[in-house]
């Protein structure tokens, strides 16, 4: 069983950057794909971002594409989400998951969940 947890997040103004990570307890994060999540106040939880096993595929909601970047460290046990040029629409409580099944964009499709972490962009 994996443990997921994000350290990080934190308030940043818009346009600024912000790295997110998530580290995996287990000896065995290779064997998952793995993805972000978000949740903002009064919505559903949203795609945001997956990369495969190997870190060769990546996936982006349409709402991230070309500011957001997925990657990862097997050898550390870590993924990462690089966040450029937030705006405060990306404002959300943000999760990593992790997919036996590999890289999806379907939240029922993780079986394990961080605790989740708050990105807040100020304007």
């Known amino acids: 069983q994996e443990h997921l947890e994000e350290p990080g997040g934190g308030l940043v103004q818009a346009g600024g950057p912000m790295r997110l990570s998530c580290g995996a307890s287990g000896r065995t994060c290779s064997r998952y794909g793995m993805g972000w999540f978000r949740q903002a106040p009064g919505k559903e939880r949203e795609f945001v971002a997956s990369i495969s096993r190997t870190g060769g595929s990546t996936l982006y909601a349409d709402s991230v594409k070309g500011r957001f970047t997925v990657s990862r460290d097997n050898a550390k046990n870590t993924v990462f989400l690089q966040m450029n040029s937030l705006q405060p629409e990306d404002t959300a409580v943000y999760y990593c998951?992790?997919?036996?099944?590999?890289?999806?964009?379907?939240?029922?499709?993780?079986?394990?969940w961080g605790q989740g972490t708050q990105v807040t962009v100020s304007s």
């Open positions: 998951a992790a997919a036996a099944g590999g890289r999806s964009n379907l939240k029922f499709d993780y079986d394990y």
